[in-house]
């Protein structure tokens, strides 16, 4: 090969072409275009249901069940990885089937307050500006918390022996703790 003519590096070449740079010239220079490239994209029949059955589970009317439905399979899920990790670390032998029924049935409790409690909040502060997500935050954090974490350790003192001593005993014990971990950045996501 003489000396004078360049080896054409076509790896390079197509590197440079995949990167991200100037991606909108790289594809209106292959003649692409997000509506040639969706014209004739059809969702499967799998995801049009799923489509279906979300909007029906986040309507008005079943709202309230899919919220409850919800906070239920959480805390269930939530204990069953917290127990996992206990067999892991040998704190425990096996699953406790109980304890996890408690925690869905405090994560029932939980869920039908926080469903409630939205739907007042929503109704009273109207809009998602920076300023009534602030609003709305500051009012869960001062009203609702403190409720919603009595209302979670009186659902599970509830399966004890001595209900009353026990529920004393955890909200004196864990209370601010818990109170501390609601992470407010969190809240103002979700209520924007």
């Not at 197509?14 to 040639?36: D, E, Y």
């Not at 939205?118 to 009273?124: C, N, Q």
């Not at 300023?131 to 935050?137: E, F, G, N, S, T």
Request: charged share 25%; net charge positive; proline share 2%.
């Amino acid at each position: 090969m003489p000396s004078n003519i360049k080896q054409t590096n076509w790896f390079e070449i197509i590197k440079q072409f995949i990167s991200f740079k100037n991606i909108k010239f790289k594809m209106q220079a292959l003649g692409i275009t997000w509506r040639r490239i969706t014209r004739n994209v059809h969702t499967s029949g799998a995801v049009t249901s799923l489509r279906q059955v979300v909007k029906v589970a986040f309507s008005d009317k079943y709202l309230f069940y899919t919220n409850v439905t919800i906070s239920v399979s959480l805390s269930s899920l939530g204990d069953l990885m917290e127990q996992t990790y206990e067999i892991y670390t040998k704190e425990q032998d096996k699953y406790d089937k109980k304890r996890t029924v408690h925690m869905a049935f405090s994560g029932a409790a939980v869920g039908v307050l926080c469903h409630h409690w939205y739907k007042v909040l929503d109704r009273f502060i109207i809009g998602k500006t920076f300023d009534m997500v602030a609003k709305k935050l500051f009012l869960d954090q001062i009203i609702f918390s403190p409720i919603m974490i009595v209302t979670f350790f009186g659902s599970l003192a509830l399966f004890e022996k001595d209900p009353l001593k026990n529920f004393q005993e955890e909200v004196k014990d864990k209370f601010v703790t818990l109170y501390k971990a609601e992470w407010m950045g969190m809240m103002f996501i979700l209520l924007k």
